[in-house]
């Protein structure tokens, strides 16, 4: 598991807040999910950081025409391979909610190939980008693109990472408990 040595001990924030950029950025969340989650909940001691966040995976989400299916697979990926405990378990759960079939989402889990060869593709190129830090090799790219991607998905993978690598190193730092929505698909590195 990949969590910082010393946590930070901030605390979990909440919409009640008494800061009022901590309170708008939570509210908004709360208005459109129904919850604050444990991440979003430490990520607002920084709003500018939990607005980037957000910003960030909605672009990912609205922009990058992956299906739901590809979409989990590259956000899963990323956080499997930065060993994010908290991640992992909300994108299985979320996968799961969006018919990603368990043993795609299993198989990424748990490090094993996936049954699927467009998104064996995807996550291989994906695990690959994060595992060079943005500098795949000539083959892994040329990999992918065979697969029938193009060149701009590299981008939307590029953005995930982004997105991804932001709630993956505040969860790190923060050690966050995974919140009970997310706690029947949780994992270990």
Same mark, same amino acid.
């Given at each position: 598991?990949?969590?910082?040595?010393? +946590?930070?001990?901030? +605390?979990?924030?909440?919409?009640?807040? +008494?800061?009022?950029?901590? /309170?708008?950025?939570?509210? $908004?969340?709360?208005?459109? #999910? $129904?919850?604050?989650?444990?991440?979003?909940?430490?990520?607002?001691?920084?709003? $500018?950081?939990?607005?980037?966040?957000? =910003? =960030?995976?909605? /672009?990912?989400?609205? $922009?990058?025409?992956?299906?739901?299916?590809?979409?989990?697979?590259?956000?899963?990926?990323?956080?499997?391979?930065? =060993? !994010?405990? @908290? !991640?992992?378990?909300?994108?299985? #759960?979320?996968?799961?909610?969006?018919?990603? +079939?368990?043993?795609?989402?299993?198989?990424?889990?748990?490090?094993?190939?996936?049954?699927?060869?467009?998104? /064996?593709?995807?996550?291989?190129?994906?695990?690959?980008?994060?595992?060079?830090?943005?500098?795949?090799?000539?083959?892994?790219?040329?990999?992918?693109?065979?697969? =029938?991607?193009?060149?701009?998905?590299?981008? %939307?993978?590029?953005?995930?990472?982004?997105?991804?690598?932001?709630?993956? @190193?505040?969860? %790190?730092?923060?050690?966050?408990?995974?919140?009970?929505?997310?706690?029947?698909?949780?994992?270990?590195?």
């Amino acid at each position: 598991m990949a969590e910082a040595e010393r +946590p930070l001990s901030l +605390p979990a924030r909440t919409v009640d807040d +008494p800061d009022p950029a901590i /309170a708008a950025v939570l509210t $908004g969340v709360q208005a459109k #999910t $129904g919850a604050v989650p444990n991440m979003y909940a430490r990520m607002a001691n920084a709003p $500018g950081l939990l607005q980037a966040y957000l =910003g =960030g995976i909605e /672009a990912f989400r609205s $922009g990058s025409g992956f299906t739901p299916a590809e979409q989990e697979t590259v956000l899963l990926t990323i956080s499997r391979a930065n =060993g !994010c405990t @908290y !991640c992992v378990a909300a994108h299985s #759960t979320l996968a799961d909610r969006n018919d990603v +079939p368990t043993e795609i989402t299993d198989a990424i889990r748990d490090g094993r190939p996936i049954p699927d060869a467009r998104l /064996a593709a995807l996550s291989a190129f994906t695990e690959a980008f994060v595992e060079t830090r943005g500098l795949p090799t000539a083959a892994q790219t040329d990999d992918f693109l065979r697969a =029938g991607f193009t060149e701009t998905d590299i981008l %939307h993978i590029l953005l995930a990472v982004s997105a991804k690598t932001i709630s993956n @190193y505040t969860n %790190h730092l923060f050690h966050t408990p995974v919140d009970p929505a997310f706690a029947r698909r949780a994992w270990q590195d």
